[in-house]
């Protein structure tokens, strides 16, 4: 290493330089400015000519040089090293960087000199002190129409996303939609216009459920994305329809019992079959599983309930409701419940699961236990094989508890521990609150306040749920939470989902502690010797239904099946319309 003088003139221009994008005028003003006034500071770097010239290349220092040639200098001092096996490459590119950063263009024509050169991105990476990642990264500009480049290494940079999208694209999409784009001499470029042209329906690796098996099958082929994050498997397709069929041809194979595949509305929500019910708690080992694809090609599952067969009604069970000329029962007007069916289907899913949830966790006595499941035995859902009146039960679903009792030997042998784990298990097979055959009925209810089962229920301040609650329920449950009344029935909902987002919110309704009457009610009807407000029976013991009660379920489905027409009425006179009509009816 040397230094001496020689006419800046004499200097050759490396072709291999990494700074290629031209300086500012302002910037080449200023330097020529301090070359005429104190010369040049710093020594430009040259090696000698590998190719048996006599002369010298520059390696760092185009720009010093150039300005002294401007500026009138006959001589210029310069530092002499030993010529690179890579012809300076990765000394420029360093000295370059350091010195001003480069902008993208220039960085990866300098990544691609290097890796033409032999040099891995990892080595590339410790050299530059830049992550692999960033180096990868920068390649992807490989894959930029050259004039796009030319008009990025004005400065003129697109965002990450933007960056992204245009380099995904083929090399004929994005001539054609440059030509479409391309700005006028001077002007930037429409980035956004230009990805949201090149944009193609992605399609994740990370949602795709099937295998290497399905996707070779498919002719799928996964292009990693490497402006993902480092935590996150980029890995997409532009192959939409052969990604969807593989996810079809998975779930065909892989469907559970009880199983199903649906499809889905224009809002993106699975068409269940007719009469359905979704449930929105834990599933039970009867229900039905539904499998669909969602926005995202993603395989979804949701579960839902058919109805039981509806029992035949008693004679005389009509007597009680009017009729026409024609015999026809007729409906007499009722008022909108503050809960729709569903929501109170809803409540019967939660609270069965927060029950069952508080029996296996939450502390609760001994003498607590044996009392509860005195109360489970005595559940309307309950029926036992008994030597006095013959009334069958399936024992097998309570055997498996039993069974922890016993020893090896086959004795009656355990521990305290043992009896309070299957006495909590027969109690979360027994208690339901679910409305159908399964739920346990008042006592369900009594369990729950006694062990504090409320603690255990969702947040109901869901869209889905309020949407059951009547505009009366609304404004209560705003008045609860200190909210100030909407204009329109949807807005306030709105405002109250916004609300219970960051709050728990449990209605009134679904709390379990039951009112002194229904549990005076309850008392009564379960006394053997008062039979008050009991249900009526048939010859064989059998319950019939209650005109009243049928009549009531005749409304409350009606005003369900209005919701889902219209679940977004908007004021209390849309309501009173709605039921007036029926009423004049």
Known sequence: MQIMKVDPRALKENPDRMRQSKSSPQADALMLATIKAVGIVQPPVVAPETDGGNGYIIDAGHRRVRLAIAAGLEEIEILVVDA??????????????????????????????????????????????????????LRLLANVLPAMLEQMALGDMPSEQQLRIIAAAGQVD??????????????????????????????????????????????????????????????????????LGAQHEWMTANLPKRGAIVEVNSWGQPELPKKASQVYGKPSKSDHTALYLDRDGKVQTVHYRMPEAAKPKGAGAGESAASNDDGDAIASPKARPHVTQKGHDMIGDFRTDALHDALGRAPIEDDMLMALLVL??????????????GTFYGGKRFSRHAASLFDEHGKLAFDQETLRVSVRSVLIDVLSCRRGMSNSGMVSRIAGEAIGADAFLPNMGSEEFLLCLSRQALEASCAEASLQLRPKVRETRAALVEHFASEHFVHESARFAPTADELLDWIRASSPTDTIGTAPHDDEGDRVDDPAEDQERQIDEAADQNDLQDPDLSDDEEHDDDFDQRAAA
């Open 84 to 137: 690179a096996n890579d012809n300076g490459a990765m000394r420029s590119m360093v000295e370059n960087s350091v010195r001003e950063p480069l902008n993208p263009v220039d960085q990866w024509r300098g990544i691609e000199r290097l890796v033409a050169l032999g040099w891995t991105e990892e080595a590339i990476a410790v050299a530059l002190a830049l992550p692999v990642r960033q180096i990868r990264k």
């Open 376 to 389: 489970a035995f005595a559940g309307q859902n309950v029926r036992v094989d008994s030597g006095a009146d």
């Open 174 to 243: 994005q001539k054609e939609v440059w030509k479409a784009h391309k700005p006028k001499k001077g002007d930037t470029a429409p980035w956004w216009q230009i990805a949201n042209a090149l944009t193609k329906k992605r399609m994740y690796a990370r949602d795709a459920s099937f295998g290497d098996d399905l996707a070779q099958a498919y002719g799928i082929e996964w292009v990693e994305d490497l402006f993902a994050p480092a935590d996150q498997d980029g890995r997409y397709t532009t192959n939409v329809e052969g990604f």
